[in-house]
């Protein structure tokens, strides 16, 4: 990241079609959409995983990521019939909002949403094969704030 008296210079404007397919392609690799309101990066998307993220990795690395970040507005549901018990899921969820778990009368292991740790970012949903998973909208749009005050104090971004 290159910085020049404390502006970001590697920031690129995109257009709302360009902004779409990034957004794709990072889904595709399982990256998973956090909108920061800190500092210069206003109206930002970052891409985070568990990987390199500044943000989630060193939460997901202390056990602290659901004392920290609020979950967004959803929370995937899982279609029991559907479920083939693949693990997919299991895999792509970050925030261990998901497990495993015996079904009477089925031989197979079927996934389960932990709703207390599911954040809503929908990394499960995507790359579901069986078509077995969804987002629902659980919370309200006052859930989201339009901005945090310590930014709405500031004034709005230039």
Do not use: W, Y
């Not at 029991?80 to 261990?96: A, M, P, S, V, Y």
């Amino acid at each position: 990241m290159g910085a020049i008296a404390g502006k970001r210079t590697d920031v690129k404007p995109l257009s709302k079609a360009e902004a779409l397919a990034l957004n794709d392609e990072t889904e595709e690799k399982g990256l998973v959409h956090i909108p920061l309101n800190i500092m210069h990066a206003e109206g930002t998307i970052c891409n985070c995983c568990d990987d390199c993220c500044m943000v989630v990795n060193p939460l997901l690395k202390r056990e602290r990521v659901h004392a920290i970040l609020s979950p967004s507005r959803f929370r995937a549901v899982i279609d029991e019939e559907k479920c083939q018990g693949c693990q997919t899921c299991l895999e792509r969820c970050i925030f261990d909002g998901i497990e495993m778990k015996k079904v009477p009368g089925s031989k197979k292991m079927k996934a389960f949403i932990i709703n207390e740790h599911c954040m809503g970012c929908g990394m499960c949903v995507f790359k579901c094969p069986n078509g077995a998973m969804k987002l629902e909208l659980i919370r309200p749009p006052e859930h989201i704030p339009e901005q945090m005050p310590e930014m709405a104090a500031r004034g709005p971004a230039k």
